[in-house]
């Protein structure tokens, strides 16, 4: 009899102990920067000094995405935050309703980014004077889209007038950020050799441009 209450016990303990941890899926976090280096940055996370290296994450659950001298990207359940230094931050960190993708500027001055175009992986260069989503006809065979049935027509560029054929991409990832039906334009040749993320996709996001960072968050 003892022992059968004793396990009650146990057991009742173990419910209870579930049930906490379900009743608060995300807890309270501050946090601190006090230092900033390239690739690595020391916080004070919950009153505790902790240096955290690219890619590292704490066992609070903060993850570091980026650092430089300047700031620092930091994630939690998914959302990510940039940071200077000594910014201070609280929150319970719940996942934002927009999506959101960061871009770096490359060595190159470009800003590069990835995704994928029904359903295959993609490399994309952003180019606001782009007014459509461009890609050039080998990359667009390997992504299984043809020309065939797609409407011809002529895109001005700074140097010369192409002839193009018009189609739709059924489904668009820029990061998480997604787009269904979006325009493109195919290009017979090899040019241009990243996909060229127009206005066609931008027109659904808000575009911010910071210190080398461009920030993209979905409207929807």
């Not at 900033?36 to 609070?60: E, T, Y």
């Not at 995704?115 to 390997?142: E, F, P």
């Not at 993320?197 to 210190?211: C, P, R, T, W, Y």
Request: no cysteine.
């Amino acid at each position: 009899m003892v022992t059968d209450i004793a396990d009650m016990t146990n057991r009742m303990k173990i419910v209870l102990v579930l049930l906490l941890l379900f009743s608060f899926p995300s807890l309270a976090i501050e946090i601190e920067v006090r230092a900033l280096f390239r690739g690595a940055a020391m916080f004070v996370i919950d009153g505790q000094d902790q240096l955290l290296k690219k890619g590292q994450v704490a066992k609070s659950g903060v993850e570091l995405v980026d650092a430089n001298p300047r700031e620092a990207i930091v994630r939690i359940n998914g959302q990510n935050r940039i940071l200077q230094l000594s910014d201070r931050i609280g929150s319970t960190f719940e996942r934002p309703d927009k999506a959101q993708v960061l871009i770096r500027l490359a060595e190159n001055h470009q800003y590069i980014t990835t995704g994928s175009i029904n359903g295959r992986a993609v490399r994309y260069l952003v180019d606001t004077g782009a007014n459509v989503v461009a890609m050039n006809a080998n990359t667009a065979s390997l992504l299984g889209l043809s020309v065939e049935g797609g409407v011809k027509t002529t895109a001005s560029t700074a140097s010369e007038d192409l002839l193009v054929t018009m189609v739709m991409i059924k489904e668009m990832f820029v990061g998480e950020i997604k787009r269904d039906n979006v325009q493109a334009i195919i290009i017979d040749g090899d040019n241009p050799k990243d996909i060229l993320l127009g206005m066609s996709f931008l027109q659904h996001v808000d575009i911010s441009e910071k210190a080398g960072l461009m920030v993209l968050t979905s409207k929807l």
